[in-house]
């Protein structure tokens, strides 16, 4: 009797349907259509002689067998991973993460939440008031203020990001303005025109001199709530509220590395004030 072959192609494509939670997210992370992903699936089972998914109108449902399977596989490429690393690369994979000043300065003062202990990762923060390409691999995970667009991208919403004014309780009545395009910026830029006192071109340079009762800042509530001593003048500025999104690549998400990243920093988030 002939015995049917697995295809190894057909396990990574079994990989993205598993990953993807069903064959339209995965057509689009594999460029295979959701029809040929059908067909290679079944073709799959037989070879196996497995059932690994349980077809309803509302699409794939992962059996038991499917998610020992993807376990199994997880296994694999880890293996597979650490086999084709250079000689004299380092054990610890690399994840790059992209975020504003403000995030940035947060996810630095957790670190060793997100780092997870010694000789887990390694951590190279990008702080940028631009948004970096995540698709061309520019970083691995980046905070963005909406929902990814691109097909190619999955995002994992967080909380609210609200803004206020801060500054010393003493502190003169006068604001300190920030010479960038960021929207809180933007928008002291319209309240007060040429008339500050005083103008930085880093955001973080604004928040020195609020804590050293210069002036006041327009800061994140989650930034000027964890500086003893600064005050928010007024309540919340409604207009610079924004959603946070947690962005990586589709083909990324679920390597170990930036799965437990994402997972830290989905903590840490949950926590800020």
Same mark, same amino acid.
């Given at each position: 009797?002939?015995?049917?072959?697995?295809?190894?192609?057909?396990?990574?494509?079994?990989?993205? /349907?598993?990953r993807a939670g069903g064959l339209s997210p995965a057509a689009r992370s594999t460029g295979r259509s959701a029809a040929t992903l059908g067909r290679r699936m079944l073709a799959l089972e037989r070879a196996m002689g497995r059932e690994l998914f349980v077809r309803h109108e509302r699409g794939y449902e992962m059996t038991a067998e499917a998610r020992d399977l993807e376990r199994e596989l997880d296994e694999v490429e880890n293996r597979i991973a650490r086999i084709s690393r250079p000689e004299g690369a380092s054990a610890r994979p690399l994840?790059?993460?992209?975020?504003?000043?403000?995030?940035?300065?947060?996810?630095?003062d957790r670190f060793d939440e997100i780092a997870g202990g010694p000789g887990n990762i390694r951590l190279r923060f990008v702080s940028a008031e631009t948004t970096l390409d995540i698709?061309?691999?520019?970083?691995?995970?980046?905070?963005?203020?909406?929902?990814?667009?691109?097909?190619?991208?999955?995002? @994992?919403?967080?909380?609210? /990001?609200?803004f206020a004014a801060y500054a010393m309780p003493d502190s003169p009545d006068r604001w300190i303005k920030v010479v960038a395009e960021t929207p809180s910026a933007q928008w002291l830029d319209r309240r007060i025109?040429?008339?500050? /006192?005083?103008?930085?071109?880093?955001? @973080?340079?604004?928040?020195?001199?609020?804590?050293?009762?210069?002036?006041i800042a327009v800061l994140p509530t989650f930034i000027g709530s964890r500086h003893a001593g600064l005050v928010q003048r007024?309540?919340?500025?409604?207009?610079?509220?924004?959603? *946070?999104?947690? /962005?990586?690549? *589709?083909?990324?998400?679920?390597?170990?590395?930036?799965?437990?990243?994402?997972?830290?920093l989905v903590r840490v988030f949950s926590r800020r004030p």
């Open positions: 009797m002939n015995e049917k072959k697995v295809s190894w192609d057909d396990l990574h494509l079994f990989l993205a /349907v598993a994840v790059k993460i992209s975020a504003g000043t403000w995030t940035t300065l947060l996810l630095l698709a061309r691999r520019e970083v691995v995970i980046g905070f963005r203020n909406r929902r990814p667009e691109d097909p190619a991208l999955a995002g @994992r919403k967080l909380a609210m /990001v609200e025109g040429a008339n500050a /006192v005083c103008e930085v071109a880093s955001p @973080r340079n604004s928040l020195d001199l609020a804590l050293a009762g210069k002036g007024g309540g919340t500025i409604s207009e610079l509220a924004h959603e *946070q999104w947690l /962005v990586t690549h *589709q083909d990324d998400r679920h390597l170990p590395e930036v799965r437990r990243t994402i997972d830290r």
